[in-house]
Structure formats: structure tokens, C-alpha cells
């Protein structure tokens, strides 16, 4: 008895189920009782062996307790956090269920049991199956209500999502951020060198992802009052497009707001290159910008034909030597009515040819932002507004977000209407200025210097126009530099000193000659007869010096000054190269591999023009396949000696028997 006792004791010492402290009990009542019978009886050899096997069997018992307490324990627990986690699930399923049927109206919504909690902390997602009439839309405009059913603080909120293609239609996500992220500021992350083939980022959604557009197949419109922090929002994507290797970036800026921070590092303090390609911050400057870009448009759709066969594209793709082209316009009501026509046919004829446009504006309506602009531009970013209805016009079908979240200047509700996401979702905007964070801080002092960083950073890696799109825009973009300096540090004459920019800057901007007016540029002159005097197509580029031998190793300048030397032959030789022979000799000046989509550019800067050759011709019909090596992707390499092994390589001097 005092055995079974102890055991009783020492099971419930341990939080052990109720049957295993019977179990133990009943092994050691046996055991002991056999005992008690023997001793009473008189032991004999059959009544002790079989005592014996009584007590064997009930020790291995007891032993096998331990194990059996530990597992049946832990499996109490587990039943026990199932039914309590069961309990609080449905009652969150109900909760919803009657949320919906009490704010929206919706009788026999299903919340899903598993809620995605967000790792940033802010908050969660829960699915929920609508009765299968409905979709996302029958809840639209419940957002603010939804948010003060639920009690959350204003910078926090509720926002509504149908999910990807494979989702059923009547199966909603909301998502709904329980604290105020949009209080404070979040430092622009990295300068990262990146490409225009990934979605730009510019702020960060409540679920800690990072918010982005996919800028190299579609513009953006932005809209927001002053003070809504669109000017600093502009100058976050700004620097996502010219971490870029594949971008060009021109703005339209009558202010010069948007892109002075992206110019001064060169113009004032002599850093790295100009990071916004064509700052237009004048009215005749925009006017040579779309009509350089129309020029560019044409030109890209012919003479870039047989690429886009060669390689079986639909549209340009983007990459160093050929770049994309995002044109920024700020402030579209500010633009001439022939500048916004132009933007428009610039949209709707520029999306093959990697040409895209994003508006800016204080409203959403027509006489901010054109049809077409509208019509044409998936992206949308919308900021605070002075009136909601503003917003409800820039998501038509999805009004106008929640206004309680916009509690800080930098907070967006953004969308693509072709890339996602789907519907207006709230983020905030990275913050690139020093003053939004506490003097003295880490991030104040890395702000403080942010643009400078990135004009030492990224200047090496802005790519160049190519030359088909250079040639095509002619002296609207050669000499733009000549033109943009007086603009931005002239006096109210156009007239500059050298005390307004760097000495390097000055000495250079000397260095150039006289820039074609814009009269003459944009046909307005006349002669004697009045007829239009057009301007020359080319002239001496006024090219801001991007490489130098610090820069280069000694092979990249070898294979620069062969590719140079070969061009000038080319041109200035009493008898011209033929075709096969230049594009064998440019094959072999690249030093790799190279597609022949590649070389035609340097052919065209020797003089030759498309129709005298297509690469196709060059490779099958003038014989090439005998002096270059093609490899499995599509590359080929001059053969310079005898047999060469690994084929689609470049032949090095260790494949010459000779040395």
C-alpha cells in the first residue's frame, strides 16, 4: 500500500493524466497483493516463479510509465491548446461573419481559420469566401467603416485584395494594419546598381515588402496636394531609375525642383556625371524634348527591326547598349499645350520602343491629366488630397482609399492596373532628405549626403544613348548640355560666370561651341522666302567625359581604341571597308562573344545604314560563317588562328601554336 501510495503521489507530482496514475496504482497493487497471498499461504517454487514473473512484468510496467507519462502528457497539452485555439477560431470566424453582415451588409461570408500574420508586426491578412454572387467590389467603400469597427488608429487601416489569377472570384484577402505606419520616416535603403527589368522600389506596405512599379513596361500618374510630399516622392523613384544600368531618365521640370538634387553633385561640386540624363526645365527645352523623342520613336521601330526578328522579341528589350527611356513630367498642368499633345502620341507610340511617360498633379482631372495619359498609364500613386473624390477619380471602379491613413506627408495608395498589385494599396514613401530625421542620426547624417553618394556611386554605371537613338534626336540631344547650364545657373539673361559651377564644369561647358537656338532647333526660323530653315542633323556632341584610364584596365582601352581605329579606317579610307570585312574586324575588337545586334551599332557609327545590310545577310550569305565562330547561344567570335577549341569562345594567344 505504501508503494501504490508513493507512486499516486509521484504521478501527480508530475501533472500526469488521471489514467496513468491509475495505471501505476493498479501494476503496483498487483504486484504487492501477489505478494501479501504468498507470504500468507506459504511459498512454494511454482507460487515464487510466478511471483516472480509478476514482479518482472510489473517493473517493466512502472518503468514504462515514465515514457508513457511524458508522451500522454504532452498529448493532453496539445488537445487542450486545440480546443482552446479551435474556441478562439471560431470565434474570430463569427466575428468576421457578423462584421461583414453588419458593416457591408454580407450574409454568409466564411473567414478562412488560418490568419497570415505579418512578420513586420503591423498587422495581418484574413481570407475570406464571399457568397459565390460576390466579389471584391461589393465591398468597396468600407474600408474607413471596417477600420473603426475594428478599432484601428488612423495610419493604420484596411485595404481589400482578389489575389492573383488562379484565386476564385468571390474569395477576398483583407488586409489590415493595426498600428500607424505611416508616422515617421524610412530611410532610403542601399544604392544598389540595379536594372529597369525589375520593379523600381520606392517606400515599404505594412507587411514589411517594399513597395515597387514595373516602370520599364508601363508609366505611373502621381497625384497629390501641396505638401503631400510629392516632390519627395518623385525624387525616391528618381533615384530607383538612375541606379538603373539600363535607363535613361529625361525630365520635364519647369520648376527644377525635381531634378536640381540630381545635378548639382556635377554642376556644382564637380562629382561623377549629370544623374538625370536631360533635365528639361524650360518651355522650349520640352518642346525639343518630344520632338527629339518622336524622332527617337521612329527611328528605334525601323532601324532595330531586325533585332527585335533576330531574337524573337516583341518589343526592345532593355540593356547598357540599349537603354530604356522613362521620361518624368512634373506638374503636367504646367506643360504647353503643344508639349502635352506631343506626350500624349509619345505614350500611345513609344511602349515597343521602350519609351514611357509619368505625369504628375495637384488633381485628376482633364485639365491635370490628358484622356490619353489616363487611358494609357496603369500606374497610379496617389497621395493626400484635398478632396476625396480626387482619389476616386485616379482608381475609377476601386474609389477612393480610406483618407484617415495619410497622416504624414509620404504616404501612397498605389496600384498597376497590368502588373500589381490589383487594387489601391497603402505603403510609405523611403524619405531621401536629411530633415526627416533626428540631427545628429545615423540615417540624418547618411541623408545629408545622399545624392552626392550616389553621383560618386552610379556614375560609372549610367549607360550611354545608343547611337541609333543619339544620331535620330541630332542636336536636340548633342547639345543639350550647352543649352541646359544657362538654364539652370544663368542669370535671369541666360548669361553664366564660372562662379556659379564647379571649375571642371566651367572649363568644359567653355570647351563646347555655340548651341543651335531653339528657333532654328524647332524650325520657327524662316528665310527671305518664308520658308522653314531646318537645323543640321548632326554636330559636334557637347558629351559630358564618362571614361577615363583610372577607370579602364589596359585590355577595356586596347579594345576601346581597336574599336575606335576601326571605325575612323572605315569612314576616312579612299576605299570603304565592305560589309563582311568591318563586321569581322568589330567582332574580334569586342574581345568576347558577341551578339551581332550588338556590333550593327558601331557599324552605323562607321557609315553604314541599314540598307545596305541586314546581319542575316552578313552571317549566311557573305560567307562569315567561315571567319567567325558561333556558339550555342547565339554569339560569335572572329577566328584568329587555325583550329579553335571550345567553340563559341574567344580565341586567346595560348590557342596560337606559333605564341
Not at 500468507?40 to 516472480?52: V, Y
Request: proline share 6%; with cysteine; glycine share 10%.
Amino acid at each position: 500500500m505504501l508503494c501504490t501510495g508513493a507512486a499516486v503521489l509521484y504521478e501527480h507530482a508530475r501533472g500526469s493524466w488521471r489514467r496513468v496514475m491509475v495505471a501505476r496504482a493498479s501494476a503496483w497493487l498487483a504486484t504487492t497483493g501477489w505478494l501479501s497471498y504468498t507470504l500468507a499461504e506459504g511459498p512454494t517454487l511454482l507460487k515464487m516463479a510466478f511471483g516472480g514473473a509478476i514482479w518482472a512484468t510489473g517493473a517493466a510496467v512502472n518503468i514504462g510509465m515514465d515514457k508513457w507519462g511524458e508522451e500522454t502528457r504532452a498529448a493532453e497539452k496539445e488537445l487542450d491548446r486545440r480546443l482552446e485555439t479551435g474556441e478562439n477560431i471560431k470565434q474570430a470566424q463569427d466575428g468576421w461573419a457578423r462584421l461583414l453582415e453588419n458593416i457591408c451588409g454580407i450574409e454568409g461570408a466564411v473567414a478562412d481559420p488560418v490568419i497570415d500574420r505579418w512578420s513586420s508586426g503591423a498587422g495581418y491578412t484574413v481570407k475570406i469566401t464571399l457568397p459565390s454572387h460576390m466579389n471584391v467590389d461589393a465591398l468597396r467603400g468600407y474600408e474607413a467603416a471596417l477600420a473603426g469597427a475594428l478599432h484601428l488608429p488612423k495610419g493604420g487601416g484596411v485595404s481589400f485584395n482578389a489575389g492573383g489569377p488562379d484565386t476564385p472570384r468571390n474569395v477576398v484577402f483583407i488586409a489590415v494594419t493595426e498600428k500607424n505606419m505611416m508616422s515617421g520616416a524610412i530611410p532610403y535603403p542601399k544604392l544598389t546598381p540595379t536594372t529597369i527589368n525589375k520593379p523600381v522600389g520606392f517606400g515599404v506596405i505594412g507587411n514589411g515588402d517594399e513597395a515597387a512599379l514595373n516602370l520599364k513596361d508601363e508609366g505611373f500618374i502621381a497625384i497629390g496636394a501641396q505638401g503631400s510630399g510629392k516632390t519627395a516622392l518623385m525624387k525616391t523613384i528618381g533615384l530607383g531609375l538612375i541606379r538603373c544600368v539600363d535607363a535613361i531618365v529625361i525630365d520635364l521640370d519647369t520648376s527644377a525642383k525635381m531634378s536640381a538634387v540630381f545635378v548639382n553633385p556635377w554642376l556644382r561640386h564637380g562629382i561623377g556625371v549629370p544623374l538625370i540624363d536631360w533635365p528639361a526645365t524650360t518651355e522650349d527645352e520640352c518642346r525639343l524634348v518630344v520632338q527629339a523623342l518622336k524622332d527617337a520613336i521612329a527611328a528605334r521601330k525601323t532601324e532595330y527591326a531586325d533585332l527585335l526578328e533576330d531574337e524573337d522579341l516583341d518589343n526592345l528589350p532593355a540593356r547598357p547598349d540599349l537603354p530604356a527611356i522613362h521620361v518624368r513630367v512634373d506638374e503636367t498642368k504646367s506643360m504647353p499645350d503643344d508639349v502635352l499633345a506631343g506626350l500624349d502620341l509619345i505614350i500611345e507610340e513609344g511602349r515597343s520602343v521602350n519609351v514611357r511617360v509619368s505625369n504628375t498633379g495637384l488633381r485628376a482631372t482633364r485639365d491635370y491629366i490628358t484622356a490619353a495619359m489616363d487611358e494609357l498609364t496603369p500606374g497610379r500613386i496617389g497621395l493626400r488630397t484635398n478632396n476625396a473624390s480626387e482619389l476616386d477619380m485616379l482608381y475609377p471602379g476601386h474609389g477612393a482609399p480610406d483618407m484617415a491613413i495619410f497622416t504624414d506627408p509620404g504616404t501612397v495608395v498605389y496600384m498597376s492596373g497590368t502588373k500589381g498589385p490589383f487594387q489601391p494599396t497603402p505603403a510609405k514613401a523611403y524619405a531621401t532628405m536629411a530633415e526627416a530625421f533626428p540631427e545628429g542620426s545615423d540615417d540624418h547624417n547618411r541623408m545629408s549626403s545622399l545624392f552626392m553618394d550616389a553621383a560618386r556611386q552610379l556614375s560609372d554605371i549610367r549607360p550611354q544613348m545608343d547611337p541609333i537613338t543619339a544620331k535620330a534626336m541630332g542636336l536636340a540631344w548633342s547639345q543639350r548640355w550647352a543649352r541646359i547650364i544657362p538654364n539652370l545657373r544663368g542669370d535671369s539673361r541666360g548669361n553664366v560666370t564660372p562662379d556659379r559651377m564647379h571649375e571642371s564644369v566651367w572649363e568644359l561647358y567653355q570647351s563646347w561651341g555655340q548651341p543651335a537656338s531653339y528657333d532654328l532647333l524647332l524650325g520657327r526660323l524662316t528665310d527671305d522666302e518664308g520658308n522653314s530653315i531646318s537645323a543640321p542633323s548632326s554636330g559636334a556632341p557637347a558629351e559630358i567625359p564618362r571614361l577615363s584610364e583610372t577607370i579602364l584596365d589596359d585590355d577595356e582601352l586596347d579594345r576601346l581604341a581597336a574599336q575606335e581605329a576601326a571605325i575612323e579606317l572605315a569612314k576616312t579610307a579612299a576605299k570603304p571597308k565592305s560589309n563582311d570585312a568591318l563586321a569581322v574586324e568589330l567582332f574580334a575588337s569586342m574581345g568576347r562573344p558577341a551578339k551581332p545586334s550588338e556590333v550593327y551599332p558601331l557599324m552605323v557609327k562607321a557609315g553604314y545604314d541599314k540598307s545596305e545590310r541586314t546581319f542575316r545577310d552578313l552571317v549566311a550569305k557573305l560567307g562569315l560563317q567561315d571567319k567567325l565562330l558561333k556558339g550555342h547561344d547565339g554569339t560569335y567570335a572572329a577566328i584568329e588562328c587555325g583550329e579553335v577549341p571550345n567553340a563559341g569562345r574567344v580565341p586567346g594567344p595560348e590557342d596560337d601554336p606559333d605564341g
